[in-house]
């Protein structure tokens, strides 16, 4: 018996096969418990089930990192991250996405981090295609206030518009469905209700669906901790019937 | 004159006796007003306080920590938790208890630390009993739903009740109203009102009085700023009044 | 064309002056458009608006690095502090006002770093001028409750009035205006609209002007990330109409 929203059978420990260790050894030796909630549910259950797949886990992963600054827990993502199939440029174009939406001191630590998984594996900063050819080309400031006399309560907006919306939004490096992965995850890791009914609107209008969004949820109650989790999926029920 | 629940005119700068030294000595060389807040206020005063013992401080004190990454400060509270009485086990189980919580990646790092401390005290880790004969086995997935047919927005529901409140609050290393101040500091930590809310009723119900809640959330002031401790003192009003 | 609250037009890529470099060189190598954004963006553009000064924008800055415990980025910004015309005594000071508000654990490990930058200065622990001979002093308890018999609930309160409100903030070491800036900072980058709410209130009464608040919002969205900046502006916008 095994069900696809519960929590499987398989590896309990009444007749438990020898379990892969995803877990450090020095967890199994200190908090076994802990390990084996590790193995068995996070990793051996939560990171297989099937609505998202390793690619959409990672971003989600990476994405919750960088905005709680977990980076001991950030080289292994980043490297999971192109196992499962994230280019290096998807990879860059994560962490700048991130420098909007966590704050710049979460992207510039983990630009570091990122920059050591890179040449671990060899890759080089050409193999980056992130051209700077588009970069603030759509942030041109419109000419509705050519005199700058708009109310200084209105520049947060104008910059949402212009350079979040026109043009990070814009970029092509990254898809816009998994733009919107990474920014709900990190809205989730920050405990950002209202930005995130916003942004699961966005994400649904880029593709995801309402099955994704949940799951995105349970993925990262192991990241966030179960109060984020539960706060998030109760804002994905209102977005998805709306 | 000395107040059980204001600032005490002992150690006093008019008269004042050589205070132990608590905070660290930089902190008395570079910032001598912190030092004295932390020597007399935080330790001399807010640590005394008789509502809460020391052992229950401290499960609150490293809880707060862990949720908040502050692992500098968590070295020194974990040899404060075994000196104030907690079992290695319990801090095993706390960590443990916190991954649910504060999220892995916050108790994987936390492990490092404890096993670091445990280490320079010869803690074995034959000695602690943290038997996984018991672990996931109130995981078993129901029948309600032997197909996976439920919809996949309860998924995190269904975790909740089986992995989270089934299994891991039925593990006997940490009695249920430790594991209650455990939970509750966490979610003080992370702003977690709606939570919160929830788990003080948890709390009374496992033997924490209303006494004892205020009091955690006085003692929190000091490890996670003020405004989280007065939601949460405001959260606590409602939760002892209902 | 140039507009004051919007994205200049200066430093575009079509014709693109040579940037003084502030992002570290990693950044650039690694993440070119994340560089560009730093330089021409977040360095060149938002630190340069003239609605609050350098001083002003060191402070805010500080106190968000501090309580979102961004450490690594924490040294340079002391040392941008410093030259942007902050005394240690005033640094200090900031750090010592948030332990209150952000929590113990985030000013001692800031403690560390600032000792590190001062002494990189050769700023000694004597030309720093902050007397122990005041603190402490307002925090005398008062004669309503000589034995301790007030509600257990209301502690919390009573730590507020005297310790926090009757004490630190009476310190002369920064001015209010700047205590207020410092809190204003911390509290947006905590989320914690609440007691933000309040703060902004007492920033105005300290001589902040609502310009000044908006602009520290829009200042904090590239330390903290968008979402905590949109909310802090729409607590402002209603704090500045009552």
Redesign the interface.
């Known amino acids: ?9 398989k590896d ?3 007749a438990r096969e020898p379990a892969p260790r995803v ?2 050894l ?2 199994h ?6 390990g ?3 193995d ?3 990793f051996g259950e939560i990171w297989e089930r099937p ?1 998202l797949d390793k690619r959409q886990r990672s971003i989600v992963t990476v994405a919750a ?1 960088i ?4 980076y ?2 950030l080289t292994g993502h980043f490297n999971r991250a192109l196992k499962h199939g994230l280019t290096p440029t998807e990879v ?2 994560v ?2 996405h991130l ?11 983990a ?2 981090v ?2 050591e998984v ?1 040449n671990s594996h060899q890759i080089l ?1 050409e193999t ?1 295609n ?1 051209s ?6 759509a ?5 509705a ?4 006399l ?1 109310p ?5 907006d ?3 518009d ?3 919306d026109g043009d990070l939004w814009k ?1 092509t ?1 990254l898809l816009p469905k998994c733009r919107s992965l990474a920014t709900i995850a ?2 989730v890791a ?3 209700v ?3 009914r916003k942004e699961a609107v966005r994400g649904m209008q880029n593709g995801l669906s ?2 994704e969004l ?2 995105a ?2 993925h990262l ?11 998030a ?1 109760s804002v ?2 209102r977005a ?1 019937i709306s």
Chains 1, 2, 3 share one sequence.
Request: glycine residues 6%.
């Open positions: 018996m095994n069900s696809a929203d519960g929590v499987s059978t309990k420990p009444q877990a450090p020095e967890v030796a200190s908090a076994p418990a802990l084996w909630y590790s068995t549910v996070h609505i990192l905005a709680r600054s977990h001991a827990q860059v174009e962490v700048t420098a909007f939406y966590a704050g710049w001191p979460c992207a510039i630590s630009v570091r990122m920059q890179f900063a980056v992130q700077l050819s588009r970069v603030g080309l942030a041109e400031p419109s000419d206030d050519p005199d700058g708009a200084r309560c209105a520049a947060l104008e910059y949402t212009r350079l979040v970029r490096e990190c809205l920050q405990g950002e209202e930005m995130l309402a099955d949940y799951e949820g349970l109650a192991f990241y966030v901790g179960w109060a984020k989790a539960e706060r999926v994905f029920r998805a």
